[in-house]
Every structure is written in C-alpha cells, then in structure tokens.
C-alpha cells in the first residue's frame, strides 16, 4: 500500500509523434501539480506546469517525469513565476525533474524564473537522459526575491542540481547551494550586484555547433552594444559561454536588471520561433 501510494504522487506525461505532429499520449498529474496542454502552432505538445496554491509550500513533494518519444517536439513551460513561499520549520518544498528524450526529439523547458520568497527552501534537482541524436534546451532562471517587496536573498536555503546525459553517459552535473544566512551573496566570488540568474543549457542536436543560429545570435548580442542600449552599467553584469564538450553549450547571465534578464529570454524564444526548432515563440507572453 505504502509503496503504490509512493508512486501515485509522481506525475507523469509521455508524447509520441504521430500523424505528422506531436500529442500527448500520456498525463497523471498528482497533486500538488497540475499539467496543461493548450494547442500549439506547429505541430508542437504544449505542457504548462502549475500548482494549487500557485506556489510551493513547506512540504511539498513534486515529481515529474517526461517521456519524449522519438521525433517530438514538446515545450514545457509555466503559468507564472515560480513561488515558493515562508517555511515556518525545517522541513522546505522539494521539485524533482526527470526527462528522457528519444532520438530526433526535441525538449524545450524553459519556465518562467523562481522566485524564493523570505523564510523559504527549496531543494530542486532536475535529470535529462537524451539519445544520440536528440536535443534539449533548458532554461533555469533565478529572481533573487520579491524585489517590489524590498526583499533580495531572504530565502533559508536554496539548492539546486542539473544533470545531463546522452547515452548513458554523464556530460554535465551543475549543483550549487545558496545559504544566504551563512555565505554573503554579496561576494564577489558569488552574486555581487547581480539580482537575477540565468543558466541556459543547449545539448545534442545542431547545439554542438557554436555557429548555431541561437548560439551565434545570442553570443552576438552579448557581445555587442545590445545591452548598454538598455541603460544598465556593464559593473552590474556578467556572462560567459561554455562548450559542454562535443554536445552543445552552457550560458551562465547574470544581471541586476530585470530588463536585461527580459531581453535575454525575449531573445531566446525569437530564435526557437525558426522552423527546426518549435516554430513559435514560447516566451512571447512573459514580456
């Protein structure tokens, strides 16, 4: 009993690529979650993530797993930002992510950032298993707080894991633990004047190669006037690309400026509009 009960709180959704076009063939949601699929352009499963409560709450337990079948395309996303609200006890909300992405499919999950508020902790740990010949870009954006509320690194705890591999084989495994309490954010070696995180993972696919229309063109612009046209001083930003080996790439952005974290994202959901991608621009709504 105990072990059924176990399994009945994991969320699952499979696609399969069918008649020309991606669907859903799979869904149980278990509560606290809730899983969406509006209609999409393109052929595209649309999957949007919420909550009951519209946030997370200390206890919370969430597990998701994706099953991607070969060819599909799937876009993941959320109804709004990610909230996770004042623990009163020791014991914080848990989220857990685990995708397998078949050859020739496509996993875009690009939700929109979390937003830790004060008194709060949070242990997420997200997993992607892709075959040979099999993309994912994933977007995991951080909001320091509740900036209209004055609050910047307020939260207890937050951890986070991401875990990449294709065929079997580990190529990335990013963690960091953010204790604001006990390590002063304010370090140069850690945020600085930064307010906002971005960790933008592309891998498999065409992603290996630098010249990528979506890597290009962001590396382009970050490296260009885009920016400072914003009116931001350069001292309140930093980012950096990275190779993952062979397989694709990493971009770390980090910002005081909301706008400039907006203009990151605008940016990425133009490009995953081409046709090989999704088609559309998932993140137009989120301007």
């Known amino acids: 009993m105990a072990r059924a009960l176990q399994r009945s709180q994991i969320s699952r959704v499979a696609t399969a690529f069918i008649a020309g076009r991606t669907r859903l063939v799979s869904c149980h949601g278990a509560s606290p979650l809730r899983i969406l699929n509006p209609d999409a352009t393109g052929g595209v499963c649309q999957l949007v993530l919420s909550n009951y409560g519209a946030g997370l709450l200390q206890g919370d337990r969430v597990r998701l797993e994706i099953e991607v079948g070969a060819k599909s395309r799937v876009f993941i996303g959320s109804q709004g930002y990610g909230r996770v609200y004042r623990c009163t006890t020791g014991r914080g909300a848990s989220l857990a992510i685990h995708g397998r992405v078949a050859q020739g499919a496509l996993l875009v999950s690009c939700p929109d950032p979390l937003v830790p508020q004060a008194g709060s902790r949070l242990a997420q740990r997200q997993r992607f298993d892709l075959e040979e010949g099999a993309a994912l870009v994933l977007l995991d954006a951080l909001h320091a707080g509740r900036h209209a509320l004055g609050e910047s690194f307020a939260y207890h705890e937050l951890s986070s894991e991401v875990d990449l591999r294709v065929a079997g084989r580990r190529l990335l495994f990013d963690r960091y633990v953010l204790n604001p309490a006990r390590d002063n954010p304010r370090m140069a070696a850690r945020f600085a004047a930064?307010?906002?995180?971005?960790?933008?993972?592309?891998?498999?696919?065409?992603?290996?190669?630098?010249?990528?229309?979506?890597i290009s063109g962001l590396r382009r612009r970050l490296e260009g006037k885009w920016l400072p046209r914003l009116g931001v001083p350069r001292a309140t930003r930093c980012w950096s690309f990275t190779p993952m080996g062979n397989h694709g790439h990493l971009l770390r952005f980090l910002t005081a400026a909301r706008r400039e974290a907006q203009a990151v994202i605008a940016h990425l959901g133009a490009a995953l509009a081409a046709r090989d991608l999704l088609g559309y621009d998932p993140c137009a709504r989120r301007m």
């Open 194 to 214: 930064g307010e906002r995180l971005l960790n933008l993972y592309l891998l498999g696919g065409a992603f290996a190669d630098p010249s990528h229309p979506l």
